[in-house]
């Protein structure tokens, strides 16, 4: 009984009051709070949320107010009344699974997008690539961070890769070739293809899951993108531009 009662939202406390004068009959206050080791005033609140879902009466004929338990009848229609709730419940969150699965998706799938800005925000972005074990591919930009310690940096990091083990592939249009840190890139292990003949004035680096756009001009921004499903897409796109491009050596004497 108590447990199917609990089932139904009755406290402990009101399914003895209730089992009490079930088997007792009609019953003062007192002498139920009395029976049951519970406080007056405490018992005065048991027997009216009793009476509020209908599983006990009142009488209020004599001077003394009486209670006493309703029919059990009544337990089996709240049953069937929290049946009822529980199927509409059951009925509405079926059909707002649709909306809340696509909720729940793109909160957990949805890219994570990053802005940095200068030359901090550049050099946070090369100490992320230079923990990184993965390849890093690069569509490059001529251009280069301004401040000379964010390019030396840059270019320590590319050695310290280079002695991991880990590669840099980079893709320039073909003019870059008479850059010469373009050159230094070469001399420091990054694999260099040329493609097109017109600059790149922004640049893409895939690594990871991550998708880095960045931008030089007219100041120096870096969005990453984390998403591993676009990461692949980049991966995939870049290869083709890799097969399609010009590995043709420098002239002897520039490196």
């Known amino acids: 009984m108590q447990q199917a009662m609990e089932s139904l939202g009755f406290s402990l406390k009101e399914i003895v009051a209730y089992r009490y004068l079930l088997d007792h009959g009609r019953q003062t206050a007192a002498v139920v709070a009395a029976a049951c080791g519970e406080k007056r005033a405490n018992t005065y609140g048991i027997l009216d949320n ?8 009142t ?9 006493r338990a309703a029919h059990p009848g009544v337990l089996h229609s709240l049953a069937q009344e929290a049946q009822a709730r529980q199927a509409s419940v059951t009925n509405d969150i079926k059909l707002l699974m649709p909306q809340l699965t696509a909720a729940y998706n793109l909160a957990t799938d949805k890219p994570g997008v990053v802005h940095m800005q200068g030359s901090e925000g550049f050099m946070t972005l090369l100490e992320d690539m230079a923990r990184s074990t993965t390849e890093v591919l690069l569509v490059a930009s001529n251009r280069t961070p301004s401040d000379p310690v964010t390019l030396k940096r840059f270019r320590e990091l590319l050695a310290i890769r280079k002695s991991a083990g880990v590669t840099t592939r980079a893709i320039f249009h073909h003019n870059a070739r008479e850059i010469e840190f373009v050159r230094i890139f070469a001399e420091r292990g990054m694999q260099l293809r ?3 003949d017109n600059e790149y004035t922004g640049e893409l680096v895939i690594y990871e899951d991550n998708v880095v756009f960045t931008v030089y001009e007219p100041s120096l921004i870096v969005t990453i993108l984390t998403n591993q499903t676009i990461a692949v897409t980049m991966r995939q796109l870049f290869e083709q531009l890799w097969q399609g491009s010009d590995d043709i050596p420098a002239r002897p004497g520039e490196c």
């Not at 009488?59 to 209670?67: G, L």
């Open 50 to 57: 009793l009476v509020e879902k209908g599983i006990v009466e």
């Open 194 to 196: 040329f493609l097109g």
């Open 59 to 67: 009488d209020d004929s004599q001077a003394v107010r009486t209670y």
